[in-house]
T-cell receptor
Framework: EAEVAQSPRYKITEKSQAVAFWCDPISGHATLYWYRQILGQGPELLVQFQDESVVDDSQLPKDRFSAERLKGVDSTLKIQPAELGDSAMYLC????????????FGEGSRLTVL | SQQGEEDPQALSIQEGENATMNCSYKTSINNLQWYRQNSGRGLVHLILIRSNEREKHSGRLRVTLDTSKKSSSLLITASRAADTASYFCAPVPISGGYNKLIFGAGTRLAVHP
């Protein structure tokens, strides 16, 4: 069964360091999402791609976060520099279509900033 | 706001009992989706109900949708300990552009053996 792959599964870093997360969506899925989920809260959408284009990054803290999906397939989310408040689960999801379709999530990358 | 709001925030029941969770939203929707999240894992899609549907079943899950009240409910019958998880609803608005799924805080369900 096709899955959304994410790495690393866990990441511990010190504040002010750079961190990167990688996501490989299900083959053929044009829409890719990055969510951030703080413990005890619901997932918050950070950025949404349609193919290689960003269609929504209104909640992405652009002073320190960046995301790219260069060839419209896999994607990288970067944080530089990391802050204590960035400790969270970073979830990637993909869907066949952004119009009405269901989302398929990866297992997430748990970030701890010390 | 586009997101759904789940109620209650937390629910604790015994195995075998039914669990009902509710979702309210504010926009006109194309469909509404329910997701489950086990602790420390990604979300898993459970069921999608379209705006022209009033009820949908999938195994032990029953979802209802009342577009006039802008609300939905998820019923899990004969619950099991393995149903312990957080449950989220995601209303998908009618839109000519790209839709994004916005999640609320969810309902945390604990099923005790």
């Amino acid at each position: 069964e096709a899955e959304v792959a994410q790495s690393p599964r866990y990441k511990i870093t010190e504040k002010s360091q750079a961190v990167a997360f990688w996501c490989d969506p299900i083959s053929g899925h044009a829409t890719l999402y990055w969510y951030r989920q703080i413990l005890g809260q619901g997932p918050e959408l950070l950025v949404q791609f349609q193919d290689e284009s960003v269609v929504d990054d209104s909640q992405l803290p652009k002073d320190r976060f960046s995301a790219e999906r260069l060839k419209g397939v896999d994607s990288t989310l970067k944080i530089q520099p990391a802050e204590l408040g960035d400790s969270a689960m970073y979830l990637c999801a993909s869907s066949l279509t952004s119009v009405t379709g269901e989302l398929f999530f990866g297992e997430g990358s748990r970030l701890t900033v010390l | 706001s586009q997101q759904g709001e789940e109620d209650p925030q937390a629910l604790s029941i015994q195995e075998g009992e039914n669990a009902t969770m509710n979702c309210s939203y504010k926009t006109s929707i194309n469909n509404l989706q329910w997701y489950r999240q086990n602790s420390g894992r990604g979300l898993v899609h459970l069921i999608l109900i379209r705006s022209n549907e009033r009820e949908k079943h999938s195994g032990r899950l029953r979802v209802t949708l009342d577009t006039s009240k802008k609300s939905s409910s998820l019923l899990i019958t004969a619950s099991r300990a393995a149903d312990t998880a957080s449950y989220f609803c995601a209303p998908v608005p009618i839109s000519g552009g790209y839709n994004k799924l916005i999640f609320g805080a969810g309902t945390r369900l604990a099923v005790h053996p």
